[in-house]
């Protein structure tokens, strides 16, 4: 997979280089380009924001510039192009679902505003030539798309085959089976007074299953009832509805 971000801070997606993701792009499993938005202005003050039409608080991000940067890193037009990803708090939600999908993807390029946003014409122009996608990662408000950015493309690169040392951890998150995940102990058995569950020493691995099968629900129920309601018909078993 190829990931191109364009952003006015080019610093803040450097922990893209640090840990597994960092070996992952030293392994070329993921090339990742990161362009300054700066570079497309030209101007003596390289100015990339504007006051807003209709008023309002803030300012905009000017559409010249973005398109631009948009057509140098994500090409005019001719195949491949990529898939636009448009941090936005006004954006559809970010779920682990749409990093699976995502997963499958040649190539991502992740347009990081800030200010107020970047003008709606830049999206709806690069419509006409990729897929787009105005995402949010959360309901609450970050001052620019970076943070967002890293988020997303950490979520993806994990799911990349060679990024994650045990490949069985992805398969096995939490949302995967559509709950949260259970509690999780290592040694000692005893800490400050707390041992871990004789269960989970027990050997036994039916009941450790049927033990963290039921500590997922239990968790899900008091944090997530949503995701309950959201389980496909059939999601529970028997067992599971005893819980
Ligand atoms: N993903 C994601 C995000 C973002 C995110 C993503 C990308 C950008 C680019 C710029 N900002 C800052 C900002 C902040 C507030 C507002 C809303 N307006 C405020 C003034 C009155 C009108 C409405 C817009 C833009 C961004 C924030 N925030 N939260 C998420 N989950």
Redesign the pocket.
Known sequence: MRIDVITIFPDYLNPLREALLGKAIERDRIAVGVHDLRDWTHDVHRAVDDSPYGG???MVMKPQVWGEALDAVCGTGEEPMPRLVV???A?RP?DQRTAIRWSAEPWLVFA??????IDQRVIDDAATRMPVEE???????????EV?ALVMIEAVARLLPGVLGNPLSAEQDSFSDGLLEGPCYTRPEVWRGHAVPDVLRSGNHAAINRWRRDQALARTYRRRPDLLAALPEGALDKADRAQ
């Open positions: 309002g608080p803030g941090p936005t708090p954006g970010f990081c505003g800030r200010y107020e946003g995402v949010s990662i959360g309901d609450y408000v970050l001052v620019g798309g967002a």
